[in-house]
């Protein structure tokens, strides 16, 4: 008498790989918002470089002096960071920026909009945070960053 086998997988097995076949789509989808809001945050950072470029591009067509105003702001957004009609700066969300001037110290509001950058005069980096600075001439830029912190370059 021989035995004949039957050919196919048990369910056992079957369960088995749906089971692994789930736990792969849920890291997926769990790591998947993290992933975008690291990118986010990336764009965020160069578009706080793009800014800081700007502004010694600015400077070198005003005798070395730095945007101070409102209406100098929006000079420098129109004229220097905004170089072509195509051309938007915009949070990643789509939002376009909105520039504020700012001091040193200023907390600002508890909630902060996504899109809001600060600019402040007489300021350098110091880490995350804008801090005193002698010198006219200097800048800091610093944008809130979705996944935690702040991003600060000096221009």
């Keep these: 008498m021989t035995n004949k086998q039957k050919e ?3 369910i056992i097995e079957v369960v088995l790989v749906l089971a692994i076949a789930g736990l792969i789509f849920l890291v997926v ?18 578009d706080v470089g793009r800014l800081a470029t700007s502004i010694s ?4 067509n005003n005798r070395g002096a730095v945007p101070t105003t409102a209406a100098n702001l929006t000079t420098l957004l129109n004229d220097y960071v905004r170089t072509a ?3 938007p700066f915009a949070d990643p969300n789509g939002t376009d920026y909105t520039l504020t001037l700012s001091t040193v110290g200023a907390t600002g509001a508890g909630t902060v909009p996504a899109n809001t950058m600060y600019y402040y005069t ?8 804008a801090v005193a600075s002698t010198g006219a001439r200097k800048v800091a830029v ?7 912190g702040s991003f600060c370059q000096n221009n």
């Design 122 to 129: 007489n300021a350098t980096c110091n880490g995350e945070a």
């Design 57 to 60: 591009n600015y400077q070198s």
């Design 29 to 46: 989808f769990l790591a998947l918002p993290a992933l975008q809001r690291s990118q986010r945050d990336t764009q965020r950072r160069s």
């Design 8 to 10: 196919g997988f048990t």
């Design 142 to 148: 610093r944008v809130d960053l979705e996944g935690g």
């Design 85 to 87: 009609a195509a051309d």
